[in-house]
């Protein structure tokens, strides 16, 4: 990719993230939907991937799961009968603290530790556990995401699922 398109699409990203704070969607999740998309574009713009889109359907399964997690307390991965084969990445942190932003932006940080190849070798510590959410975000194959966000008694929850799924022994991210 020649560096002006680079910067182009960096240049788009960054409008992309901006953009709700511009338009006045400054609580935690108000316009989520268009703000956890763009977070995620943002990162696989920059690898020069197809961006991601929106999905009603994983949407919905993705509350019903928040809204699961987030009344029981449990942190853990949907059993596999609960969803379609769907990947899915999880996000829990202090309530009513953290912007749908910043939720991605812990996934996205996951990408200091990435390293090409076939997953899961795709960690320079050698823990798939430390580039997980990030190659799930950034596989090259994903082409839809819906997420979705419910609050428990004291932590707040992001369940996002992929489509096609992520993250396959055997296969490159990229």
Known sequence: MAATSIWSALA?????LVAPLILGATGLTT??????????????MALGLAPLSWNARLAR??????DHLAATGE?????????DPEGENLWAG??????VEARVAAWAREKQYFKPGIF??????GRVEDVGHY???????????GCAVATGAVEDVLVCRYSDAGNYIGERPL
Do not use: C
């Not at 399964?61 to 928040?66: E, G, I, K, L, N």
């Not at 942190?75 to 969803?83: K, L, S, T």
């Not at 899961?120 to 510590?125: A, E, I, L, R």
């Not at 190659?135 to 995401?145: A, G, L, N, S």
């Open 120 to 125: 899961p070798n795709n960690s320079v510590t």
């Open 135 to 145: 190659t799930q975000m950034i596989w090259r194959e994903t082409r839809q995401v």
């Open 61 to 66: 399964s993705a509350q019903q799961w928040a």
């Open 94 to 99: 202090t309530k009513g603290y953290f912007p």
């Open 12 to 16: 788009r990203g960054a409008m992309l």
């Open 31 to 44: 316009n989520m939907p268009d703000r956890v998309l763009a977070a995620q574009n943002v990162e696989r």
């Open 75 to 83: 942190f853990r991965h949907a059993p596999e009968d609960f969803q």
